[in-house]
Nanobody, 115 residues
Framework: QVQLVESGGGLVQPGGSLRLSCAASRTIFRLDVMGWYRQAPGKQRELVATITSGTRITYASFVKGRFTISRDGGKNMVYLQMNSLKPEDTAVYYC?????????WGQGTQVTVSS
């Protein structure tokens, strides 16, 4: 069992930046993939970025160089640095971890991009 706790969301103006953090309750070295997903009101949850235990990274096309995912195994943390935020980035952002066929989700953190 893995508990994931997100933090770092909030209200930011268009063009601004936020850094989301995800704290895992145990070592992330045994987790195959960790990632960030988001869900906007009335829309399905979608992939934002993932990073494997071998540090292979995948981004959704809408990220377009604006977001950076990283992991710190020593602290059992995964981060999502978000720059050049747009109103359409407004959503609840969820941390996800996968170990084999088992997946885990955090409770989500709200990101609102508005002037």
């Amino acid at each position: 069992q893995v508990q994931l706790v997100e933090s770092g969301g909030g209200l930011v103006q268009p063009g601004g930046s936020l850094r989301l953090s995800c704290a895992a309750s145990r070592t992330i070295f045994r987790l195959d993939v960790m990632g960030w997903y988001r869900q906007a009101p009335g829309k399905q949850r979608e992939l934002v970025a993932t990073i494997t235990s071998g540090t292979r990274i995948t981004y959704a096309s809408f990220v377009k160089g604006r977001f950076t995912i990283s992991r710190d195994g020593g602290k059992n943390m995964v981060y999502l640095q978000m720059n050049s935020l747009k109103p359409e980035d407004t959503a609840v952002y969820y941390c996800n971890a996968a170990a084999g066929i088992t997946g885990y989700w955090g409770q989500g953190t709200q990101v609102t991009v508005s002037s």
